[in-house]
């Protein structure tokens, strides 16, 4: 083999390597959508178009008021078969009281858009426009509030309903530096990597304060032992891995209390409150969703590890498939 040769394969191999690091690194990074949102104090995100795998072959959405027939008609965008992700920053209101109540949101939606019509809504509703990085931003007046939208790719839209410009700005800057494969919000640099891989949906953060009410945080009507500030790491993924489907899926909420002797007091009050929920869940009708209901408590479980409570179980996706 010649010099040149051996030079010529190792330039290639050199490539070939930053390649496959750039890859690797790529598939450790939040998924795109989620990157672009700004800093907040909780962040949700939702893999709809792998949800979807779930959903029966014959699952018909229900059925929609007019007037919001007529929005989907006009922005020619179906919700339940064209939005494929969903990113969501929670940002805490300092006035609970106030015009956004205790929460704003800015989002990023990963959707099959029709840009020209989506645009021509926007124009038509809109009270003002800002051109911004080269972006148009719309505000739309909805229930005593503004909220802002722009379309900031050919598949992906931003809103925020936030009381200022900063945050649809921050993820039009974001969208500047998306190639980038740890860019993000600090809250994602450090829960992200908590996440479990191949994750349908997951949460980081403060994301109980969308479910709270007087200081405590309510799922399906029971109030949970935990604070509505308190950082959370939760995640729906599949539990049984097999090629071209999913066997089950796997829910865990971890918390991270104030203190050990705090995770513990927790620990105990949420076992409680498990073994509650699936007395009152027996005698439930046998409905499909009822039935995938009583499958979660039954498998729900409570653990604590230091200062982290974390609650898992299992459903199987035969279960979820007839809901």
Not at 44 to 65: E, G, M, Q, S, W
Not at 121 to 131: F, G, K, M, V
Request: glycine share 6%; no cysteine.
């Amino acid at each position: 083999m010649s010099r040149r040769t051996r030079k010529t394969l190792l330039i290639v191999a050199g490539v070939l390597l930053v390649l496959a690091i750039a890859v690797f690194l790529r598939s450790k990074a939040p998924p795109e959508a989620a990157r672009l949102l700004p800093e907040s104090d909780g962040i949700i995100y939702f893999n709809l178009k792998a949800i979807r795998t779930f959903a029966p072959k014959d699952f018909k959405p229900p059925n929609r008021v007019p007037e919001y027939q007529q929005f989907v008609d006009a922005i020619g965008i179906d919700p339940e078969r064209d939005i494929e992700q969903v990113a969501i920053s929670l940002h805490r209101m300092p006035d609970p009281n106030g015009p956004n109540g205790p929460v704003a949101y800015s989002m990023v939606l990963v959707a099959k858009i029709t840009g020209p019509r989506l645009n021509a809504w926007l124009d038509a509703h809109a009270t003002s426009r800002e051109s911004y990085v080269g972006h148009t931003i719309y505000s739309i007046p909805s229930d005593g509030r503004t909220v802002r939208v722009a379309q900031i790719g050919y598949d992906m839209v931003a809103v925020s309903n936030t009381p200022t410009t900063e945050q649809i700005h921050s993820i039009l800057d974001r969208h500047r530096a998306a190639a980038l494969p740890f860019s993000g919000s600090s809250l994602l640099e450090r829960h992200f990597h908590e996440v479990p891989l191949l994750s349908l949906a997951w949460g980081v953060g403060q994301i109980g304060l969308p479910f709270s009410e007087s200081g405590a945080i309510h799922v399906f009507g029971l109030a949970l032992p935990l604070e509505p500030d308190s950082t959370i790491i939760a995640s729906i993924a599949p539990a049984l891995p097999v090629p071209g489907s999913f066997a089950a899926l796997r829910f865990k909420v971890e918390e991270i209390a104030p203190s050990q002797d705090k995770a513990s007091s927790q620990a105990a009050d949420l076992a409680t409150l498990v073994t509650l929920a699936r007395s009152l869940a027996q005698p439930l009708g046998q409905t499909p969703a009822n039935d995938a209901f009583r499958e979660l408590l039954k498998t729900a479980e409570v653990t604590q590890h230091g200062e982290r409570v974390v609650v898992t179980a299992t459903v199987p996706a035969s279960t979820l498939a007839h809901l």
